[in-house]
Each structure stands twice: as C-alpha cells, then as structure tokens.
C-alpha cells in the first residue's frame, strides 16, 4: 500500500530534550516537506526536500533540522524543543514532475512541557 | 506573499442540507487549488483541485470551481451526510516553478458537523 508513515504518532517531552520524528514514504517520491499544524493558523511548512542531499526552509524553519540522506526518509529533528512547538506535525511527499499531488502522513501529535 | 482565507467554522449541518464553504486566495502567480479533508485523528487527504481557471473539481459530491475574477474556490455539496464531518483546508500551490518548492498554503480549515 502507498502511503507515508510516521513515527511516533504521539509523544509527551520535556524542554530541552533532544527528539526525532521519522517519516517515510514507499512511494518513491522525490520532493518530501513537514508543516505543523495549529489552531486558528492552518498548516505551515517547516522544511522541505526536493531530493536526497537537497534540504531547504519553509515558512516557519526556527528550531528545527532535517536531514535527506535516504529517498524514502526525511525525520524533523528538535534539538532543543519548547513548549512554543507543542503542535501536530505531518509529513508530506510527492513527485517532482507530472502528477505531483502530496500525499500526507497521519500526523504527529508532540507536547513539549 | 500567497494566502488563503476560509470562512470560520464550526458548521453544523443536518443531514443532506446544502453546503457552501467559501474561500478566497491572494497569489502572485497562478496558482493550483485544493481542497483537502482531515477526519478526526487522521492525516490530510486530497479532496479536490482545480488548476487552471474556471476549472471545476469533483469528488464524493463535492465540487469546487476556480474563479479567476473573484479569486474564490468555494466548496459545496447538495446533500451531506454524517460521514462528511470532518475539517475542510481549502489550500494553493504554485507547484515546483513558484520557488517554496511545492509548498501548499492553507488556509485556517472549517470544521463541519453534519446531525442526523
């Protein structure tokens, strides 16, 4: 089945505390983003890939690192996470050419305390 | 910069009531539209798009149509049902040739509740 999957769909931390979300894709899509979500504010997008070794900000990058070192995966790094990114993060994946519909993941529901 | 403005929710609907939820868009380019739906505790899917002007997006009933003159894609369908409460996030993309790389703005989403 084609989809994008993401670990782990829920997770309580405390300041301060080094974390990772993982996202991968089984679709062999090139361009892979992460946006949170917010209420009142929609979804914005934190980072983006349009390829393995090619990352690139969003609209709101600050306090987050990614890296693409795989085509299938592309994991959000919080180095130093604050209360400030509590929010429900999604990966998203798509082609570069022709039908580039992306696809979401199911979501990340992450609580910094 | 491109933005998208929906109307505020929650919607509450009765069963197979008409339903319209506008959006408005501000782009510098020509952007595609979309309308996407998030069922509780699930991730976004696609709903609908158009993208090109006076384009009508279909899905599941639903049907939204680009208008170029009122920068609006409102989405609606004749009759709901219980199963259609969910989020609605109408959302642009000028796709890979807008710089942002694909990036999709949404707008704040509206929540409908349809009652039997």
């Known amino acids: 089945e084609a989809q994008v999957t993401q670990n782990p769909r829920y997770l309580i931390t405390v300041t301060g505390k080094k974390l990772t979300v993982t996202c991968s894709q089984n679709?062999?899509?090139?361009?892979m983003s992460w946006y949170r979500q917010d209420p009142g504010l929609g979804l914005r997008q934190i980072y983006y890939s349009m390829n393995v070794e090619v990352t690139d900000k969003g609209d709101v990058p600050e306090g987050y690192k990614v890296s693409r070192k795989e085509k299938r995966n592309f994991p959000l790094i919080l180095e130093s996470p604050s209360p400030n990114q509590t929010s429900l993060y999604f990966c998203?994946?798509?082609?570069?050419?022709?039908?580039?519909?992306?696809?979401f993941g199911p979501g990340t529901r992450l609580t910094v305390l | 910069g491109n933005s998208v403005t929906q109307m505020e929710g929650p919607v509450t609907l009765s069963e197979e009531a008409f339903l319209t939820i506008n959006c408005t868009y501000t782009a510098t380019g020509y952007p595609s539209l979309f309308w996407y739906v998030q069922y509780p505790g699930e991730g976004l899917q696609l709903l609908l798009k158009?993208?090109?002007?006076?384009d009508k997006g279909s899905n599941k009933g639903f049907e939204a149509t680009y208008r170029k003159e009122t920068t609006s894609f409102h989405l609606e369908k004749g009759s709901v049902q219980v199963s259609d409460s969910a989020v609605y996030f109408c959302?642009?993309?000028?796709?890979?040739?807008?710089?942002?790389?694909?990036?999709?703005?949404f707008g704040t989403g509206t929540q409908l509740k349809v009652e039997l």
């Open positions: 959302a642009l993309s000028e796709g890979f040739s807008g710089g942002g790389g694909n990036k999709l703005t």
């Open positions: 158009a993208t090109k002007a006076d």
């Open positions: 998203a994946s798509s082609f570069t050419q022709g039908y580039n519909e992306q696809f």
């Open positions: 679709m062999n899509h090139e361009y």
